[in-house]
């Protein structure tokens, strides 16, 4: 029996229940699989969009630790050459290693004041036509001046001042006063030509001055050295920051917080309004201002970036293109297959295979990315000079150092990761735990430690730290350095300039600098008071300033010590000047000064000085030199009543002299004869204490000169000899003379002044020796520069010296003690007279003596040498005795002539009976060389007093008195031959 099939299928409602329930099926199944799609596709896009934020970060951030690297190198050296930089740039290799950097620089900062200095400094280094772009005075000026690769692209940067733009200035100011990168608005570069040009921007890190504190705005501004920087064309930038699974996505980078066309840094792709649009997928109200295809998109968003202080806008959006033909297409399957539910499913769970599959290459992409990355990141850490370190922040383990840090700490690589930090930080543990802890939480400014190395030695070192992901750990990385000669050179500056503080403020001087090229000045507040004003009264201050207050007498003078010190002839400037005061008088000011630099032409360029006001000292110098002028005129009038006196004394003594001699040849009785003696004895004592003052009066007249004659040694101590043969012989005692071998035969000197010295020391040696010898010794250094060093020795066995009396035996009126003048006479200025004769002839004299001992008397002269002068061999001259008497002067016709012939006087007739014996014994005695020639010359002057041989005797007196025999011999013949006698 055959089955029926119900009869409701056949009914046509149900075949519209049925195609309704279908399509509804269908229609749900297309739901489904359209949401499906939708919703994998956001999450793709937003996958991409989080992985192109971060490669925009972390390219942004490996560049800002680049040019951290370049202010950690600057504070590692005291300066920075500009062939160091470019090796620091080359070594890096920005151009392979971070594509999109334009290059790495320095830019400069200073006042006003300092650029025309700075100028001259850069066209010293070989940039002649280096200067600072653009022209004119702005205060503060920055310049560019290392800027690497220096190649024709940057070089077009050189010089410029980024300070006086205004986009530029205002990074430059946030980096300034936060001491953190910041990064630039829009800008064109200055590298920019008329081909391809790109939008771009800068990034700036502060550098500031080692020396100064930088703990708020206002001293960072204080201390800013310049800044680190690296310039960015955006578009070379941005060169591939997109991998391969980021394809299909496009994206526009906008400055600042609120997108516009003006704003626009950067576009993937133009926008165009050509492409498909989509309406029913509108966007972030902000987009709709830009562009009607951003407007309308189904994939777009726009994400907020903050980098390096700076806000950028991320506007990310997908073409219609972004979906694949299946993708586009599986809604429609689902929709005619909507009986084939399975199929649908199978699809469904296929594309979402696929979508998987799509993920997991775009996270091995990725993975390769960071990779690449993390090479980078190495081939970094490895190849910094500064140390860095790798810390576990939980334990403060060390889990990697850099070769820098292996090399300062003196570890291996094995033996440094066995460390905790706390192992070479001498901080207590709780206070390197508590640092630690703040490390973690807070990005802090440099911290200061002292570090133990692996020898035990403590360096003093700067740590800049921060958090760092490391192999999917939170590490913190730190840079050291060591800044332990830094902080010695700091401390050295300190006291030197607390030291430098201290001596200005001692001295009460001001200061002053001056360029002497420009003519710019700086004075302390001291110069200004000098003169009665404050510093802020002078404003403007130039070297006019210092020409508006000097005596115009004083500038010549002033102007000629500073030729002579910028030529070269004075080591120094120095010069006292009068200044005007304020209210109106003169004050005396001693200027001194010392160029400190020079230009390259050999010009001076900078010099530096002090202010003294010398008002009071030069009123005290004014009263001491008309003291000085007054004592000199009494000193030269005492001198002169002195010389006067004497020669007034000593004509008349002269005459009593030889009336007491012509008297003791008479017939006298005992005791009128023992008178007589004493009235000699004490004239010619007088007498010598006479020509001792004179000599004395003319030495502290300073009329006293030595001349420079030829003399023979042995004519010298031969005289000598003459003139003490008879006390020798008297007090029979043993005189030598002695005479160094290869002594020059002449020398140059005065004879009378050596002889002088020489026959005041034997006298003494012959009146304070009873009993032995006396020894003259002379010898002379090797000749140097046409002179020698004479040296004579006197050595007696007299009575000595104690200690005491060798102390002032050198002074005027003084002698060994009172019972020496009792005992033996003297004045006590002979051996005064002597030392100050010995420093005429560039000399010194003194004793060696013991009492009892005798004495050892010696001094040295500076005499005169000719090198083609002949040599004499060593010689000891002995004691002469007394000659046999030859032929006289006057032999018996002469004297019978004058007996015949008296000699007519001007006032009275000489009588030859008493003149010519006392001439024939003169004769003897001069022959003989005895000391008494002088006290007998003095009666035969008496004897012709007044008469008209008084003048032709006159020279022959002189010559006895200076004890030149000789010479008195030849005057004596001539005197003879003048007066028709005939001489034997």
């Not at 200044?579 to 630099?597: F, I, P, T």
């Not at 004592?631 to 004394?649: D, V």
């Not at 010298?716 to 008297?730: K, M, N, P």
């Not at 002979?830 to 009892?852: A, P, Y």
Request: glycine share 6%.
């Amino acid at each position: 029996m055959t089955q029926k099939t119900p009869q409701f299928f056949h009914h046509p409602a149900t075949a519209w229940v049925i195609l309704v329930l279908s399509l509804i099926v269908t229609a749900l199944a297309w739901f489904i699989s359209d949401q499906a799609v939708e919703a994998k596709a956001q999450e793709r896009f937003g996958f991409q969009t989080t992985d192109l934020v971060s490669a925009i970060n972390k390219r942004l951030l490996e560049y800002e630790t680049v040019l951290r690297g370049g202010v950690g190198f600057f504070k590692a050296s005291s300066e920075v050459s500009r062939d160091e930089w470019q090796q620091y740039v080359e070594d890096l290799r920005i151009q392979q290693s971070f594509p999109g950097i334009q290059g790495m620089g320095f830019s400069l900062m200073m006042p006003a004041a300092e650029v025309e200095r700075h100028i001259a400094r850069i066209r010293a280094e070989g940039f002649p036509d280096y200067t600072v772009r653009p022209p004119g005075v702005r205060d503060p000026t920055s310049a560019i001046i290392y800027l690497e690769p220096f190649d024709w692209r940057n070089q077009r940067a050189f010089g410029y001042d980024m300070f006086s733009e205004p986009v530029r200035r205002t990074a430059m100011t946030l980096a300034m006063d936060t001491g953190k990168p910041a990064l630039s608005g829009k800008i064109i570069l200055v590298q920019e030509t008329d081909e391809d040009v790109q939008q771009g921007f800068l990034m700036y890190v502060p550098l500031y001055r080692k020396d100064l504190p930088v703990t708020t705005p206002e001293e960072r501004r204080v201390a800013i050295q310049g800044f680190v920087y690296a310039p960015f064309r955006t578009r070379d930038l941005m060169q591939g920051i997109l991998g391969t699974g980021q394809a299909g996505i496009e994206f526009e980078i906008y400055d600042g917080s609120a997108p516009s066309r003006e704003t626009l840094l950067f576009a993937s792709k133009p926008l165009t309004p050509t492409r498909a649009l989509r309406a029913n997928r509108p966007v972030a109200v902000e987009l709709q201002a830009l562009s009607p295809l951003l407007a309308s998109q189904r994939f777009a968003t726009t994400i907020p970036l903050t980098i390096s202080q700076r806000i950028w806008s991320l506007v990310v959006h997908a073409p219609d293109s972004y979906l694949s033909p299946q993708e586009e297409l599986l809604p429609l399957l689902v929709a005619s297959a909507g009986v084939m539910i399975d199929l649908a499913l199978f699809l469904i769970i296929a594309s979402i295979a696929r979508q998987r599959q799509q993920a997991e290459i775009s996270a091995h992409q990725l993975s390769e990315k960071l990779k690449e990355s993390m090479e980078r990141y190495q081939t970094l850490f490895t190849s910094a000079r500064a140390p860095m370190l790798l810390i576990d922040p939980n334990g403060g383990w060390i889990v990697e150092a850099n070769p820098a840090a292996l090399r300062f700490y003196g570890y291996d690589q094995t033996a440094i990761t066995r460390l905790r930090i706390s192992d070479i930080n001498t901080l207590l543990p709780s206070a390197a735990d508590t640092a630690m802890a703040s490390a973690k939480t807070t990005r802090q400014d440099p911290l200061f430690f002292s570090h133990r190395l692996a020898n035990g030695e403590i360096r003093q070192v700067e740590v800049h730290t921060g958090l760092f992901r490391h192999q999917n750990k939170t590490l913190l990385y730190s840079i050291i350095h060591d800044i332990t000669d830094r902080k010695r050179q700091e401390t050295e500056l300190r006291l030197n300039r607390l030291r430098l503080q201290n001596i200005l403020e001692g001295t009460n001087v001001g200061t002053w600098e001056w360029n002497i090229q420009t003519g710019e000045v700086i004075f302390n507040e001291r110069w200004a008071e000098i003169v009665g004003y404050r510093l802020d009264e002078l404003q403007p201050i130039t070297i006019e300033t210092w020409l508006k207050f000097a005596h115009p007498n004083d500038l010549k003078i002033s102007a000629e010590q500073l030729e002579a010190h910028f030529t070269g002839k004075s080591p120094y400037y120095a010069c006292e000047a009068r200044m005007q005061h304020k209210e109106g008088h003169w004050v005396w000011v001693l200027d001194r000064g010392k160029v400190a630099s020079w230009t390259p032409d050999g010009q001076p360029l900078w010099m530096y000085g002090t202010h003294q006001e010398v008002t009071e000292k030069r009123h005290q110098e004014e009263q001491l030199q008309a003291a000085k002028q007054a004592a000199e005129a009494a000193s030269y009038a005492k001198g002169a009543f002195l010389a006067n006196m004497s020669h007034e004394i000593r004509t008349p003594m002269n005459t009593v002299i030889g009336l007491t001699q012509l008297l003791l040849e008479t017939d006298l009785t005992t005791r009128q004869h023992d008178h007589l003696g004493k009235i000699y004895s004490a004239a010619t004592h007088l007498l010598d204490i006479l020509n001792d003052i004179l000599d004395y009066s003319k030495i502290e007249a300073g009329s006293l000169r030595v001349e420079s004659i030829p003399l023979r040694i042995s004519d010298v101590l031969g005289t000598i000899q003459a003139l003490f043969l008879y006390r020798i012989e008297e007090k029979q005692l043993n005189l030598q003379f002695c005479i160094a071998p290869n002594m020059p035969l002449i020398l140059y000197g005065d004879p009378l002044r050596l002889r002088q010295v020489i026959s005041n020391l034997v006298s003494n040696a012959v009146k304070f020796t009873e009993r032995g010898s006396i020894q003259v010794a002379v010898e002379c250094t090797l000749p140097i520069d046409q002179s020698v060093v004479l040296k004579v020795t006197v050595r007696d066995t007299g009575i000595g010296l104690t200690s005491a009396q060798r102390e002032s035996l050198f002074t005027p009126f003084q002698q060994a003690d009172a019972s020496t003048t009792r005992q033996y006479g003297g004045t006590g200025l002979g051996l005064s007279i002597c030392k100050r004769l010995v420093e005429l002839m560039g000399g010194d004299i003194g004793v060696e003596s013991e009492v009892g001992a005798g004495c050892r008397f010696w001094f040295t002269a500076r005499l005169g040498y000719s090198p083609d002068a002949p040599s004499i061999s060593a010689m000891e001259i002995p004691v002469r005795h007394p000659p046999e008497i030859s032929q006289r002067l006057l032999e018996a016709p002469i004297s019978q002539r004058l007996l015949e012939a008296p000699v007519m006087a001007a006032d009275r007739v000489i009588d030859a009976a008493e003149l010519l014996p006392r001439l024939q014994t003169l004769v003897e005695m001069l022959e003989a060389g005895q000391s008494k020639a002088r006290q007998f010359s003095a009666g035969i002057e008496t004897l012709l007093d007044g008469s008209v041989l008084q003048p032709v005797y006159a020279p022959i007196a002189r010559s006895i008195a200076r004890l030149d025999f000789e010479m008195a011999l030849t005057q004596l013949q001539a005197f003879a031959e003048q007066q028709n006698w005939n001489w034997p």
